[in-house]
């Protein structure tokens, strides 16, 4: 299979605004396989970042990070469909479910290992807009000239409490991959727990730890621009600190998602030491929403 990079523009018209929509996504250099995902099903835009599987660990599961975040997203859609008004929490959720059925009773569901995805979604609904982020995936908003971002910074607080705990490694683990595979393991045992952090994965319960809010189309505060990344598009910001998240979309706005992704690309590659993640890059996506003026 050939890595591929896709992109996308669409007007989404609302029943009284217009939400222009444009993506891009593409696997890291060298991969064939993408597993991150953008999506859009009429006024619901999203980004899923698939949980890539390090070599050698075993999931529990015969399906991996891209059949979830394409299940995961089919899913979505037939939630929204069926029930456009209700909660995103409660969609994801049914979206999760759901999947689970799909898992066609082949797999160890209760593997800790089990695939799972990051989520950030936005829906217009005409008079207001609603978002939701679960785990590392980062909406950045544009509400009446002022940008900030929505950003779950649980599965970060979780990596932090557990590079302490590597401290305390057992002994005869002092082996760089015996300490990497005793770090994965510790990861594992706080996914989608209490004091852990929280992601799509085969229990429905976490889309309703997931952070969410609203913001409004009319008047002053109106939104206007929102971004909705995987951590491999917001390392421009996170990770190498080349621009800050204003920078990052006035960058949309004038050059559009395939300039955000070849700037991260480059970054990649000019500026490895400021990585904190293990892999050299990564699999980098971007789901950019301009909102028009509100018909009164």
Known sequence: MRPSTTFGSADVPGPASMMRVRTASAPAPGRPVNEDLVFQFGPLVGVLDGATVPDGFDTGCVHGPAWYVQHLAARLAVAEAARPAARLTSNLAAAILAVRADHGGQCDLNHPGTPSSTVCLLRDCGDQVDHLVLCDSPLVLDVGGQVSVVT????????????????????????????????????????????????????????????????????????????????????????????????????????GPAALLGRVRDAERDHSDRLRRHKPSDDASVVFCEFGSVVP
């Open 152 to 255: 779950d910074d649980r599965l970060d607080t979780a990596m932090a409490e557990l590079r302490q705990t590597l401290a305390t490694v057992p002994a005869g683990a002092s082996d760089p991959v015996e300490r990497f595979r005793h770090a994965v393991g510790v990861q594992r045992e706080r996914m989608n727990r209490t004091h852990g952090y929280w992601v799509a994965a085969a229990d429905p319960d976490a889309a309703f730890h997931a952070l969410t809010g609203t913001a409004p189309r009319r008047g002053s505060a109106a939104l206007r621009r929102a971004a909705l990344l995987s951590d491999g598009a917001s390392s421009l910001v996170e990770q190498f600190g080349l621009t800050d998240w204003a920078g990052l979309l006035d960058l949309l706005s004038a050059e």
